[in-house]
């Protein structure tokens, strides 16, 4: 069974910063991708950000040059470090995981999400 698990949410005020950590657990073989997501009321899940295993990073316009993802793949855990944090950046944040299973063929790949955890920004 694979897990993954998000902290570091919170209350902040505008211009302020947070930092979001995801750790994956499990039989795991390896993780491929790596990414962000984020759900605001009455809105579709979003893409914000992701990293492959060569660590190249892709980044929704959105949040280009506010956000930086990066990962330990010895810990298997991808974090996503907001600065200049708007109110409209006011979401649930869910991490992603695209990988592979120990026994499962190589070109299989199964997506993973954690439970989502709360940002809220304070103008």
């Known amino acids: 069974q694979v897990q993954l698990v998000e902290s570091g949410g919170g209350l902040v005020q505008a211009g302020q910063s947070l930092r979001l950590s995801c750790a994956a657990s499990?039989?795991?073989?390896?993780?491929?991708?790596m990414g962000w997501y984020r759900q605001a009321p009455g809105n579709q899940r979003e893409f914000i950000a992701g990293i492959n295993s060569e660590y190249n990073t892709n980044y929704a316009d959105s949040v280009k040059g506010r956000f930086t993802v990066s990962r330990d793949n010895a810990k298997n855990t991808v974090y996503l470090q907001m600065n200049s944090l708007k109110p409209e950046d006011t979401a649930v944040y869910y991490c992603n995981a695209v990988l592979r299973l120990p026994g499962a063929p190589p070109s299989y790949e199964y997506t993973y999400w954690g439970q989502g955890t709360q940002v809220t920004v304070s103008s």
């Open positions: 499990g039989r795991i073989l390896k993780i491929n991708t």
